[in-house]
């Protein structure tokens, strides 16, 4: 079945950092990909997404790029802020059904 | 602004004694989708309506019902909670399940304790 692989956290960085946090997938077909983010006593709000081989989705200073050859759909963020500390999940869609990687905690420090 | 409303925010129980978390959107969105999230894991979709239709994930337990009554609610009904229910339930929205528009949005969550 369709699987989500994330790096594990807890990640700690300082403020103006690289971020970097890795993703990878298992899938029959040519999925949808997404990364959500849930910010403390928060819901899941959706950060980007790619719908195809090649696609970067991009918010907020967050990029990722869909690889098909890789399978991956790493998530990088060029200089983070004590703002972006939150939890970051990798998901994919295949049909109506979102499979998400177990999460990435990331702590920005001032 | 449009959105996903989740109540309450905090749910306490007692072990085997039913309880329903109620989300209400004002999305005007076709699809609803109930998610359990213990801690420290990912989402898990439990089920979702398109319309009036249910669809039962092949893994969620009996233990949990869900009834749709319009468009705008969803209710999540646990009628015997165990310890191991204790969770964050999110519910989200979408406005068709597949394609183009299936974007989901999330509601804050309902955390349940179980004691």
């Known amino acids: 079945g369709n699987s989500v692989t994330q790096m594990e956290g807890p990640v700690t960085l300082s403020e103006e950092a690289f971020l970097t946090i890795n993703c990878t997938y298992t899938a029959t077909g040519y999925p949808s990909l997404f990364w959500y983010v849930q910010y403390p006593g928060e819901g899941l709000q959706l950060l980007l997404k790619a719908t195809k081989a090649d696609d970067k989705g991009s918010n907020k200073g967050f990029e990722a790029t869909y690889r098909k050859e890789t399978t991956s759909f790493h998530l990088e963020k060029g200089s983070v802020q004590v703002s972006d500390s939150a939890v970051y999940f990798c998901?994919?869609?295949?049909?109506?059904?979102?499979?998400f990687g177990a999460g990435t905690t990331v702590t920005v420090r001032a | 602004d449009a959105m996903v409303i989740q109540n309450p925010r905090y749910q306490v129980t007692q072990f085997g004694k039913p309880v329903t978390l109620s989300c209400s959107q004002t999305l005007n969105h076709n699809v609803m989708y109930w998610y359990q999230q213990k801690s420290s894991q990912a989402p898990k979709l439990l089920f979702h309506y398109y319309d009036k239709d249910f669809n039962n994930e092949a893994d969620t337990p009996d233990n949990f019902q869900s009834r749709r009554p319009n468009t705008s609610f969803c209710f999540l009904d646990i009628r015997s909670p165990g310890l191991g229910d204790a969770a964050m339930y999110l519910c989200a929205t979408s406005r068709v399940p597949t394609g183009s528009y299936n974007e989901q949005f999330f509601g804050p969550g309902t955390r349940l304790t179980v004691l």
């Open positions: 998901a994919l869609r295949d049909d109506y059904k979102l499979s």
